[in-house]
């Protein structure tokens, strides 16, 4: 396809990032979420600790930052969101477009129950409701039902049905006006989550058995290095530790000015989150070694995930020598401001998709798709609700992501063609990006992710029993199902008549 061939589109500017600070935090922002606190220490301890920051890396300068320059440079050329930008390449492309902002609207679905979680744990915080049996307590606070017929749903548990419909009031208010919004709530959700983090780095490691954790966190297994999952486990992390495959990327840039500089952009955008999520590790692992100090218990016991944010730290909070409370307010205070910039990008995705195409106003979008994305998210509040969410996280982002990632490669490599991507980065941008960049997008990411989503699938497939568990007809609809819906929609989208063409 010609230069001439890729129309640019209209923007309004009045919607537009009101500062070059302003998109950086907000990008980062999206970047930096729960997962950087709870997700990166322990794929980091289980991969080698310090050899695995090695490979992580790697990936990062050979996956991570290539394709966040794909993403930011296509937006920035095309002026649009996910549908419109890669439609603009080739019309059946749109399609793509949509399948990157429904994975993300599947995401936000079920990362704004978490949300509603922390805003709970939040008020939990003030007398540390949850005692001296932190596990206990989030059991009863979850109310979990038989795991082993998840499709009785059993009832809605209130104080997370409140939270939810609170935390996407927040969110909607968040993006009301588009960038505009955004640039000036980031200043608050972005520093004040570093702010506290610093404290807790502080506070962690004056505390004894502090060392002892961050040499389970850190110390060097290189032999690892030799292990194909470790590799597979680094140019995953990072795929999704910049937020990549989501459209979001795309949304944000095409808010830009025309003169931006995209790649210093891209650098500063990739290494602040590397580093937040490397100082996050060093805050969690001085507290679990503090912990199991303090407790006698064994670092190799601890687990990530939600248990980290919601046992796990509430058990060292209580071991706190002076100010649990407050410690406690902060530590879920961070989480609610981490999350919020990753809820409300994933929406603003969404919005800025439908507006391109359908051109109706930022509020009803912002309202509409926010209620709709609020009722599918109702299930997981549910007393089966973390059953669903298992399942249907794992196969989103595990699979469906990972798909639109191979996708995009790909049609920028052989469709479009990326050096006039490349060209068109390199036009604003003081430091320029080589021949390299092409070389990277057409062979080196699109077989690094072959590879891992492979690599996942045969995992799956070939377990004794299916995914975690479950039974197998709910894996099939929350999980295989999502493979097969998701793709129809979005070509049910794509072909749908445009405001325009109607």
């Not at 302003?22 to 997962?35: Q, R």
């Not at 937006?75 to 890669?86: E, F, V």
């Not at 990530?304 to 879920?332: D, H």
């Not at 990632?405 to 080589?434: C, W």
Request: neutral net charge; contains cysteine; glycine residues 10%.
């Amino acid at each position: 396809m010609s230069e001439s061939n890729m129309p640019v589109m209209d923007r309004d500017d009045s919607h537009g990032w009101s500062s070059r600070t302003a998109f950086v935090l907000g990008a980062i922002g999206s970047a930096i979420g729960i997962g950087n606190v709870w997700r990166f220490p322990f794929v980091c301890y289980e991969n080698g600790g310090g050899a695995f920051l090695l490979a992580y890396l790697i990936a990062l300068f050979t996956a991570g930052i290539p394709l966040l320059l794909l993403e930011m440079g296509l937006g920035h050329k095309t002026l649009s969101g996910p549908p419109r930008a890669y439609g603009s390449i080739k019309k059946p492309l749109e399609w793509l477009g949509w399948l990157a902002v429904l994975v993300g609207f599947v995401l936000v679905c079920y990362y704004a129950v978490i949300m509603s979680w922390c805003a709970n744990y939040f008020v939990f915080s003030f007398d540390l409701k949850w005692g001296d049996d932190p596990a206990g307590f989030f059991n009863k606070f979850l109310n979990k039902s038989d795991p082993t017929n998840i499709f009785s749903l059993g009832s809605i548990i209130p104080g997370i049905l409140i939270g939810l419909v609170v935390m996407w009031i927040w969110v909607v208010l968040s993006i009301w006006k588009g960038a505009k919004t955004v640039s000036k709530v980031v200043y608050v959700t972005v520093i004040l989550p570093w702010l506290i983090l610093i404290i807790f780095v502080i506070r962690g490691v004056t505390l004894p058995g502090a060392m002892d954790g961050l040499a389970f966190y850190l110390t060097p297994d290189f032999s690892k290095l030799l292990e194909p999952k470790v590799w597979i486990a680094a140019y995953g992390q990072v795929f999704f530790s910049l937020s990549l495959g989501f459209g979001i990327m795309i949304a944000y840039a095409s808010f830009l000015p025309k003169k931006s500089d995209i790649v210093n952009n891209v650098f500063i955008i990739a290494l602040a989150d590397s580093a937040t999520a490397f100082v996050g590790g060093i805050a969690v692992f001085s507290g679990i070694g503090f912990l199991c100090h303090q407790t006698g218990s064994s670092i190799d016991q601890i687990s990530g995930g939600p248990g980290l944010a919601f046992v796990t730290y509430p058990a060292i909070i209580n071991q706190f020598p002076f100010a649990p409370q407050l410690f406690g307010i902060l530590f879920f205070l961070m989480l609610l401001t981490l999350a919020i910039d990753s809820a409300f990008s994933l929406l603003e995705t969404v919005v800025t998709g439908v507006m391109d195409k359908w051109h109706i106003s930022r509020a009803t979008a912002n309202i509409g798709i926010a209620f709709i994305a609020m009722l599918c998210g109702i299930v997981f509040t549910t007393q089966a609700g973390l059953y669903w969410l298992d399942i249907v996280d794992n196969f989103n982002t595990n699979f469906v992501l990972i798909i639109v990632g191979i996708l995009e490669a790909i049609a920028i490599a052989y469709v479009l063609g990326p050096k006039k991507l490349r060209e068109h980065v390199n036009l604003t941008s003081d430091f320029k990006i080589g021949v390299w960049w092409d070389w990277i997008i057409r062979i080196v990411v699109p077989v690094v992710l072959i590879i891992g989503l492979g690599w996942a699938m045969y995992i799956t497939i070939n377990e004794d029993k299916p995914y975690g568990g479950y039974q197998s007809s709910a894996v099939f609809v929350g999980g295989w199902g999502l493979l097969i819906i998701l793709p129809v929609v979005a070509l049910i989208l794509t072909v749908l008549k445009s405001k325009k063409q109607s």
